[in-house]
C-alpha cells in the first residue's frame, strides 16, 4: 500500500500486542456513522499520477509572453533559491515548537523579519502572513485594537482584490469603511482628509498603487497622526530596491504580498503576507515572532516569542485566529534577497522601471493608444486608454501569444477601455518591441 | 552561527543582472529612497553555504519519528514536489483565467481544483466545497462567516458558539474574530464534550458549534451526532473541525454525523509538507444548504466538458483570498488522493488509529495515561507520580527523547491535562521506527524516576540547550538592525 510502512504481518504482530482486530479498534465509533463504501477511483503509481497531472500542467498556458501583474509578477528566480528551499529538513518539519531542533527555521525567521524590517525600514516584522491580502486585513484589524476605534478609510488605488477580501472579513464586525476616489491616479489624499476625523483608526493606501503610479504619502500620514489615527501602507517589496520607503513617509504599519521575492506564480498561491510596524505596536500584531536570546548555557539561540498575544494561549482574546504562517515563503524570500543584496535588488527595481518606461513609451507611440494618467510617475505597471474594449484587445493579443495586460474594466466603472500592463525586469527589450507590433497589428 | 548579515562583504555578488539597452530613467528624487536596503552582499556559495547550515539545525519527518500530537507529521511523498513544479503549474499567472476567454487557458488547474473538489465531497460527505482557505485556521474563520452569513438571511440574532475546552485556540479565536462570543463547554470524565452540558448551554443564543472529533485527546465522542441534533433544534449550525480526519479518513464522514460545514487540513490528512510553519491549506466544505454561502470565485464544470470560474453567487461571503487558495498545496493533495484511491485511503486510518494504539499499549505501564481507553490516531499521556515528586515535567521526557533522534511529542497540549505529552504517529511509520521510540521512551521513564536530574540538564546533543523564553519576551530583539 502506498505511504504505509506496516506489512500484514506486521499489522497482525500489533493487533496481537493490543488484543484487538483492525475492526475493533474502530470500535468507539457508532456503527450507524460508519461509511458503508466510498466512490473513488482505484490508486494509480507514480508513473501513471505524473503521466496525468503533466497532461493536465500542458492544458496551461505556459507560451505566453507575460505582461500582466496587478500585485503578483513574472520575476526571475535564482535556481538556488528552489535548491535551497527543497531541503526537506526546512519543508517536511513543522512550526518551531521545539527549539532545540528549529533552530534553522527559527533563525531564518529572525533573518526574515531583519530582512523586511531593512527593506521597509520599519522597526519590527512578524513571521509572514497568509498573502497580501490577509496581512493587509490583519493590519487594519491591528490598527482598530490600537485606536480602540472603528472607522477605517481605504481610498480606491488600493488593489482591488484587497479591497474585496476586506469587505468580505468586515461583513459581521461593527466597522464603518469608507473608500476615497482615486485622483488621476494618485491617491485622493482632499477627499480623505476632509472624512478623517477622531473616529479614524486607520488610513489605508497602496504604493506603487494598483495602477503603477509611485505616491508619496508624508501629507496624509501627517493628517492622520494628528487626528491620533494610524497609517497603514500596502507595498510591493520589489519596488523597494529605489523607492521611498514606507517608513520615510511616516507609516505606522506596513503590508504587502511577498511573492515578487522568488515566489512562483502558482496559480494563486502559496504566497507571502508580510507584516510590519513601529515597535511600540508589536505587542498588538498578529502572528508569530522569532527572537533571539540565550540557552542555559549562555549561548545565543532563537524561539518563538511574545506568544501570549497568540490563539494558542490567549483563545478567544488573542490578536489573531492565525496559527501557521507561511515560513517556506518567507524562507524563500529570505534567501531570494541574500542572493540579490543590496545591488542586485536595487538594479532589479531599477530595471523593472526603466523597461517600464521603454514599453510605456513603444506603446504609446501606436496611433489610437494614449496614456490613461498623464504626467505621472510609475514603477513597473501602467495604465493606456486603447480605442476599444480592452479585454477584446487582450483577447486577441493572446492569440499572437501575449498575456499583455489586465482589463481595468473589471474593477473600475468607465475604465473599459483601459489596460493595466506589467514589465518585470524579465521582459527583454525584443519582446518589449514585439508586442508593440502585436498591439498595432490587432488595433 | 553568524546571522546572514554578519557574513556579508561589501562589494561581493551572487546574482548578475542581464545587461539591458533600454534607457535608464531617473525617477523624482522625491520619491526615491534615501538610503539603500542594506543587505547582505554575498556570493551565491556563501548563500548556499548559511541556508545548508541552518537545514543542518532544523529537523523534519524526513529526518526521523516527528510524533506531534494533532500536527499529522505524515511522510510527505516526494512525486507531489516535483509535479508541483511542473512549469506549467509553477509559472501560471492567476488573472490569467479572468481575462476574456482565459479560462481556456488554464483549463488544466482547474480541472485540479473541481476534481479535488468532488474526491473531497466523496471522503467528507459533504455538498460542495472552496479551495479557497490558506490554512486551517482560515477555514475556521471562513467557516464562521458562513455561519454568520446563514444566521444573517435566516433573520436570526445568535451571538454565541459552543467549544469544548479540549478544542485547538484557533477556535474560540476563529469565533470571536467572525464576531461571536465564545461558551467553553468543559469536557467529561470520558475525555469528551458532555452532551448534558451542551443542553444545559443550548438556547436560542446559540448559532452554532466547533468541534473535532476525534478530539485533541484522540477520543471518538460516541454523541456527536446527537449533540449535531440538539444544536440543529435551535437552528444553529455544527462545524467540524477537520484537524483530526487522519483518525477516520476512509472509515467515517463527518457529513454523515450531522455537520454543516468542514474544514480539512491538507498539510495533516492529504500529506502536503508543513513547510516549518507553512504553507498549508483549508478547504471548506458545507452541506447544501450552505452552498450559496461559499466564498467566490467556484469552479465549474460546463455542459461541454470544460471548466470555467463561477462569481455570480449573490449570497456568498465573497472573497475570503485573492484567487483560489494556495493552488501549489492543493495540487499535493490532489496528487496524493489520487495515489491512494478508494483502496489506499481506507488503509491510512486504520494503520494511523493501529499505531496510536500500539504505542499507547506499550508505554501505558511506564507513563499514566490522561484517559485509558481505545484511542483514534493519538493518545495522550501524562507524568507518572513519582516522576512529578521527582520535579520531572513533560518537558523534561521532550528534552530528553530529542538526545534519543527523535522530534517529541506535542507537550502541555491539551490544556486540560497537566503535563500532556500528545503522541500522533500517524500510518506512515513503521513498527521498528515505533518500537525504537518506545524503547528511548521508557528508557527515559525510567531515568525520570530513578535518576531525575540527568534529565533537567538535556538536551546535550542539540545546537543549543533550553532557550530561556523570558529573555525573550523581555530584551525583546527581533530584529537585526
Known amino acids: ?443 | 552561527m553568524k546571522l546572514v548579515f554578519e557574513k556579508s562583504v561589501p562589494g561581493r555578488r551572487a546574482v548578475r543582472i542581464a545587461p539591458t539597452n533600454v534607457p535608464k530613467i531617473n525617477i523624482r528624487s522625491d520619491l526615491l529612497r534615501q538610503k539603500p536596503a542594506n543587505l547582505p552582499e554575498l556570493s551565491e556559495l556563501d548563500v548556499v553555504r548559511h541556508f545548508t547550515e541552518l537545514s543542518r539545525r532544523n529537523f523534519g519527518v524526513d529526518n526521523n519519528f516527528y510524533p506531534l500530537g494533532s500536527c499529522t507529521m505524515k511522510y510527505n511523498p516526494k512525486v507531489a514536489e516535483h509535479i508541483a513544479s511542473y512549469p506549467g503549474f509553477a509559472d501560471l499567472h492567476p488573472l490569467l483565467p479572468q481575462l476574456r476567454m482565459g479560462g481556456m487557458l488554464t483549463q488544466g488547474a482547474l480541472r485540479v481544483l473541481h476534481e479535488i473538489d468532488l474526491l473531497l465531497r466523496e471522503i467528507t460527505g459533504m455538498a460542495e466545497f472552496t479551495m479557497q482557505p490558506l490554512a486551517g485556521a482560515h477555514g475556521e474563520l471562513t467557516g464562521m462567516m458562513i455561519m454568520a452569513a446563514y444566521h444573517r438571511e435566516q433573520g436570526n440574532k445568535k451571538t454565541t458558539i459552543l467549544i469544548p475546552d479540549s478544542a485547538h485556540g484557533t477556535n474560540p479565536a476563529s469565533a470571536a474574530i467572525a464576531g461571536y462570543s465564545v461558551v467553553s463547554i468543559p469536557s467529561n470524565d470520558s475525555g469528551v464534550m458532555d452532551i448534558e452540558a451542551v443542553r444545559q448551554h443550548l438556547n436560542d443564543d446559540v448559532a452554532g458549534l466547533m468541534l473535532t472529533c476525534p478530539n485533541t485527546l484522540g477520543i471518538f465522542n460516541p454523541h456527536v451526532k446527537d449533540i449535531c441534533d440538539l444544536i440543529h433544534s435551535v437552528d444553529g449550525l455544527t462545524y467540524y473541525d477537520g484537524a483530526n480526519l487522519n483518525a477516520i479518513v476512509g472509515k467515517a464522514r463527518p457529513g454523515d454525523f450531522g455537520f454543516d460545514i468542514v474544514h480539512l487540513n491538507l498539510h495533516k490528512t492529504f500529506a502536503t509538507p508543513h513547510g516549518g510553519g507553512g504553507p498549508g491549506a483549508g478547504p471548506v466544505g458545507v452541506k447544501k444548504k450552505l452552498v450559496p454561502f461559499l466564498p467566490v470565485s467556484v469552479v465549474i464544470k460546463r455542459n461541454d466538458g470544460t471548466y470555467a470560474l463561477q462569481y455570480d453567487r449573490p449570497k456568498s461571503i465573497g472573497y475570503i483570498a485573492p484567487f483560489y487558495g494556495n493552488f501549489g498545496v492543493v495540487l499535493k493533495a490532489y496528487v496524493y488522493i489520487l495515489m491512494l484511491g478508494k483502496e489506499g485511503l481506507c488503509r491510512v486510518a486504520e494503520n494511523a488509529v493501529l499505531n496510536a494504539n500500539y504505542v499507547k499499549e506499550r508505554l501505558k505501564g511506564h507513563y499514566r495515561l490522561a484517559f485509558d481507553r481505545l484511542c483514534k490516531h493519538e493518545c495522550v499521556f501524562t507524568i507518572s507520580e513519582r516522576m512529578a515528586q521527582n520535579g520531572i515535567h513533560a518537558v523534561d521526557i521532550a528534552k530528553a527523547l530529542i538526545d534519543k533522534g527523535f522530534h517529541p511529542p506535542t507537550v502541555y497540549f491539551p490544556t486540560i491535562v497537566k503535563d500532556a505529552m500528545m503522541i500522533e504517529p500517524t500510518e506512515t511509520e513503521s513498527k521498528e521506527t515505533l518500537d525504537s521510540f518506545i524503547d528511548a521512551m521508557i528508557e527515559i521513564a525510567e531515568q525520570a524516576e530513578n535518576e531525575p536530574e540527568k534529565l533537567k540538564t538535556t538536551p546535550t546533543t542539540a545546537v543549543v540547550c533550553r532557550p530561556n523564553e523570558t529573555i525573550a519576551a523581555k530584551n525583546l530583539n527581533i530584529a537585526y538592525l
Not at chain 1, 514606507?246 to 511577498?258: L, S
Open chain 1, 1 to 443: 500500500m502506498p505511504f504505509i510502512s506496516n506489512t500484514p504481518q506486521q499489522q497482525e504482530q500489533m493487533l496481537a500486542e493490543i488484543g484487538l482486530t483492525m475492526d475493533e479498534l474502530f470500535d468507539d465509533v457508532p456503527r450507524e456513522l460508519m461509511a458503508e463504501a466510498f466512490d473513488l477511483p482505484r490508486g494509480l503509481s507514480e508513473q501513471e499520477t505524473r503521466n496525468r497531472l503533466m497532461e493536465l500542467a500542458e492544458k496551461n498556458a505556459t507560451h505566453l509572453t507575460c505582461f500582466l501583474g496587478g500585485g503578483f509578477y513574472d520575476h526571475f528566480i535564482p535556481a538556488a533559491v528552489h535548491s535551497i528551499v527543497s531541503r526537506s529538513e526546512f519543508y517536511t518539519a513543522y512550526t518551531p515548537y521545539q527549539p532545540e531542533l528549529s533552530q534553522g527555521v527559527l533563525q531564518a525567521t529572525y533573518e526574515y523579519q531583519s530582512m523586511i524590517c531593512r527593506l521597509t525600514e520599519m522597526e519590527v516584522a512578524n513571521a509572514s502572513l497568509y498573502d497580501g491580502g490577509t496581512a493587509l486585513y490583519e493590519a487594519m484589524m491591528m490598527a482598530l485594537r490600537i485606536t480602540d476605534r472603528n472607522k477605517v478609510i481605504v481610498d480606491d488605488s488600493v488593489n482591488p482584490i484587497y479591497r474585496v477580501m476586506i469587505h468580505s472579513y468586515t461583513q459581521n464586525l461593527k466597522i464603518e469603511l469608507e473608500q476615497t476616489h482615486c485622483e488621476d491616479g494618485l491617491t485622493n489624499r482632499d477627499q480623505i482628509l476632509q472624512i478623517i476625523d477622531d473616529k479614524t483608526a486607520a488610513v489605508i493606501v497602496q504604493n506603487p498603487n494598483f495602477f503603477g503610479c509611485i505616491d508619496e504619502f508624508s501629507d496624509i500620514a501627517e493628517a492622520a497622526h494628528d487626528k491620533g489615527s494610524l497609517l497603514i501602507v500596502s507595498s510591493y517589496p520589489v519596488s523597494l530596491g529605489i523607492l521611498k520607503t514606507p517608513a520615510a513617509m511616516g507609516a505606522d504599519i506596513v503590508t504587502g504580498e511577498g511573492q515578487s521575492l522568488g515566489i512562483p506564480m502558482s496559480f494563486g498561491g502559496p504566497y507571502l503576507g508580510f507584516m510590519a510596524s513601529a515597535k511600540q505596536y508589536v505587542r498588538k500584531m498578529p502572528g508569530r515572532i522569532a527572537g533571539e536570546t540565550l540557552d542555559m548555557s549562555g549561548q545565543k539561540a532563537y524561539v518563538l516569542t511574545l506568544q501570549t498575544r497568540e490563539q494558542h494561549i490567549r483563545r478567544d482574546k488573542a490578536t489573531s485566529n492565525i496559527c501557521s504562517n507561511e515560513a517556506l515563503c518567507a524562507l524563500t524570500a529570505l534567501v531570494y534577497l541574500s542572493l540579490l543584496g543590496t545591488q542586485g535588488l536595487r538594479e532589479t527595481a531599477q530595471l523593472c522601471a526603466d523597461k517600464a518606461k521603454y514599453a510605456y513609451k513603444r506603446l504609446t507611440a501606436i496611433p489610437g493608444v494614449e496614456p490613461h494618467f498623464r504626467g505621472k510617475w510609475f514603477f513597473n505597471e501602467f495604465v493606456l486608454d486603447l480605442p476599444y474594449e480592452a479585454a477584446d484587445v487582450i483577447a486577441r493579443l493572446i492569440e499572437k501569444r501575449f498575456a499583455a495586460g489586465f482589463p481595468l474594466g473589471r474593477y473600475y466603472d468607465g475604465m473599459e477601455n483601459s489596460i493595466l500592463i506589467s514589465v518585470t525586469e524579465k521582459r527583454t527589450k525584443q519582446e518589449i518591441g514585439m508586442l508593440a507590433e502585436a498591439l498595432e497589428s490587432v488595433l
